[in-house]
């Protein structure tokens, strides 16, 4: 047998033959997964390190702009891609990084050089690896509702600042705007917003300025107003020898009268009278006029009252021919002859009517308020009623301030923990009771109704007060700017014109600014059908951003939305007229009910402490009313726009687009 045949069927060393010929590839599978590995371990920190970076970089950039504050943002993102992966790490090489921003979008890219371990023993020295991401502020639908304090106090100007508190407020809420709905204002913000509002998201902002009241009247339909109130007023009362209006009339004289032709088209000359004598001279009667219709009603009257005395004025018109003569000679005979044009007497009147005013009657009364309504959600902006000098009829205007519906009353001067649970009879603090009957309608309020009454001695009293005396007002008074339901605002023209009609003006009371801006806001309320969901069934995330100045501040003697608590005394027992002191701790009570009830219906509440003159126990209250982290104290404006900012931050969402 040959060699190479002993070769073949010998088997002896032929596993060594196998494995020396199967080490090369098995080294290439070997090889391959460590260095794979190693591949996917540096890529894996090398994401994770870019997307912090981006995220980073977004964060610190917030509403403003990516180069602000030197490059800030860049070198923030730069630091935290540092911190993530250490150039070198895993025997890379060759570290490139860069993080730009587009439109508010942060984009990074980053790559590396790694060796090879095994594998360059095929050729592959190293492996380049690369990494891109990204990240923008997003917001899901949202509806941020301001309810924002507009009393007299936020017309002072805080140590340090140089415009009023109401300004800087002013100011915030426009940089709040820009760095949420991303659509610059005229405010300067510290820079222009970056980025577009993605079109399929809604976004909404609605106000409620409060002080003693808020103005949300012209908000609510007709039918949950009541048609009739009682409010302290007056009425006159009268002698008896006067007719319906309070007044006895006298009787009307003509005090001129006017002639006035509709045209100057003469009628042809005809004869009138008997043809007589050989001269007309003295013969040829007077121009005249003949009346041919009957006189017309009153118009042009006018009424003025001086005192206890009444003038009236009117005119009346009543057609008529007026004719002019002639005398003619014919036949040798004078022949009277006459024509005539069409047109109107007119004649003025003049009635004295004398007053059977005896005295004024002070005390609750009811009077008739449907006038004010004028279909659906519309209004009117008056009423008349008999309340003027000597019972006249006068002029009662509406700016669209409430009284607040049926409320709870306390038995005694001990407010504390009254209000938590919020008592059933409390109607006016329902956030989403829809009227059905006059107990849960609201009123409105009618300051030119209103006279809050004293005795002889100057005395506030409850009592009946009779007197010929027209009494001072004894109230005050404060109706802030109206507020506005949630919508969106595409432009910033249309915010911008309504955050500047605020005005400072009233006391101080948290809980019916955060009541209404609660009741504007909720998706099971009032308003269910538009806050709920949006048009196409998405879900809203909703927010209340809560802004004051300052302590509770009430007046026993103001006219708020539960009347004049000194006496009305709606909440307080009817025995006694509150002290300011009771009527602070009932609104701080029910500012801490509401404070509750708001967050229980999953609504997001930031409040904000503006100044400097807050006490400690505000305070307290304050962030007690504040969702968990989402209190912010503001000494000066300048800080209550970084808080502002910071809110709008917090409310968009920051997410990877990777």
């Known amino acids: 047998m040959g060699f190479l045949a002993r070769l073949r069927d010998n088997q002896a060393g032929n596993v060594l033959v196998l494995v020396a010929a199967g080490f090369i590839p098995l080294l290439g599978f070997i090889g391959g997964g460590v260095d794979m590995a190693r591949i996917y371990l540096v890529k894996t920190r090398l994401q994770h390190a870019c997307d912090a970076g981006a995220l980073a970089g977004r964060k610190q950039m917030g509403g403003g702009a990516w180069n602000a504050g030197n490059n800030k943002a860049r070198t923030t993102a730069d630091g935290i891609f540092n911190i993530n992966y250490v150039p070198g790490s895993y025997g890379s090489s060759n570290l490139t990084k860069s993080f730009t921003e587009l439109k508010g979008k942060v984009t990074g890219s980053a790559s590396v050089t790694i060796p090879m371990t095994i594998m360059v023993i095929f050729g592959y020295s190293t492996k380049t690896v690369g990494v891109t991401c990204d990240a923008e502020m997003r917001i899901p639908n949202t509806d941020v509702m301001f309810v924002l304090d507009t009393t007299g106090s936020m017309g002072s100007i805080n140590p340090g600042d140089s415009d009023t508190k109401l300004n800087g407020l002013k100011k915030a809420v426009k940089c709040f705007y820009e760095?949420?709905?991303?659509i610059n204002t005229t405010a300067d913000c510290g820079s222009n917003p970056s980025g577009a509002q993605n079109n399929n998201v809604q976004l909404r902002f609605g106000f409620v300025p409060y002080s003693?009241?808020?103005n949300v009247g012209r908000l609510l339909r007709n039918d949950w107003m009541v048609s009739g109130a009682s409010y302290q007023s007056r009425k006159a009362k009268t002698t008896g020898n006067t007719d319906v209006d309070g007044f006895k009339e006298g009787k009307a004289e003509v005090t001129s009268s006017e002639q006035i032709p509709y045209n100057m088209n003469w009628s042809a000359w005809e004869n009138h009278g008997a043809a007589s004598g050989t001269s007309c001279a003295g013969k040829v009667p007077a121009d005249g006029i003949e009346m041919t219709g009957t006189e017309s009603a009153p118009y042009n009257q006018q009424s003025t009252v001086t005192g206890q005395n009444r003038v009236v004025t009117w005119s009346t018109n009543q057609d008529g021919h007026y004719y002019t003569h002639q005398g003619v000679i014919v036949s040798g005979k004078c022949q009277i002859q006459r024509r005539y044009i069409s047109g109107y007497l007119k004649r003025n009147y003049t009635r004295s009517d004398a007053s059977g005013f005896k005295e004024y009657e002070y005390d609750q009364l009811t009077f008739d308020v449907s006038g004010l309504k004028a279909g659906g959600s519309s209004w009117n902006n008056s009423i008349t009623a008999p309340v003027g000098p000597y019972?006249?009829?006068?002029?009662?205007?509406?700016?669209?301030c409430i009284e607040e519906r049926q409320t709870y009353q306390l038995t005694n001067d001990d407010p504390v923990g009254k209000f938590s649970p919020v008592p059933a009879s409390a109607f006016d603090m329902d956030i989403d009771m829809v009227p059905s009957n006059?107990?849960?309608?609201?009123?409105?309020?009618?300051?030119?109704l209103v006279w809050g009454r004293y005795d002889a001695l100057g005395n506030w009293t409850t009592a009946k007060v009779k007197t010929t005396t027209d009494l001072a007002r004894n109230y005050t008074y404060a109706c802030p700017s109206a507020a506005s339901?949630?919508?969106?605002?595409?432009a910033a023209n249309a915010f911008e014109s309504y955050v500047n009609t605020l005005v400072a003006n009233g006391n101080t009371y948290h809980d019916i600014g955060l009541l209404w801006g609660a009741r504007l806001m909720s998706p099971t309320g009032l308003f269910a059908s538009e806050n709920a969901f949006t048009p196409a069934g998405g879900e809203i995330e909703r927010h209340i951003v809560f802004m004051t100045d300052g302590d509770t501040v009430t007046a026993n003697q103001g006219y708020t939305a539960h009347g004049i608590a000194w006496w009305d005394r709606r909440q307080t027992r009817s025995n006694a007229g509150p002290s300011n002191t009771l009527l602070n701790g009932i609104v701080n009570e029910r500012t801490k009910a509401l404070c509750s009830a708001i967050k229980s219906k999953n609504i997001t509440l930031w409040v904000v402490s503006f100044g400097t003159g807050v006490s400690s126990s505000a305070q307290a209250?304050?962030?007690?009313?504040?969702?968990?982290?989402?209190f912010y104290v503001a000494a000066n404006s300048a800080t209550l726009i970084s808080n502002f900012q910071q809110i709008a931050d917090e409310i968009s969402q920051l997410r990877l687009t990777r």
């Open 485 to 490: 339901k949630l919508k969106a605002y595409p």
């Open 438 to 448: 006059d107990a849960s309608r609201w009123r409105p309020l009618l300051p030119d």
């Open 179 to 182: 760095a949420l709905a991303k």
């Open 391 to 400: 019972g006249q009829s006068a002029t009662v205007t509406w700016n669209g």
């Open 212 to 214: 003693s009241n808020v």
């Open 621 to 630: 209250l304050l962030q007690s009313c504040a969702s968990p982290n989402r």
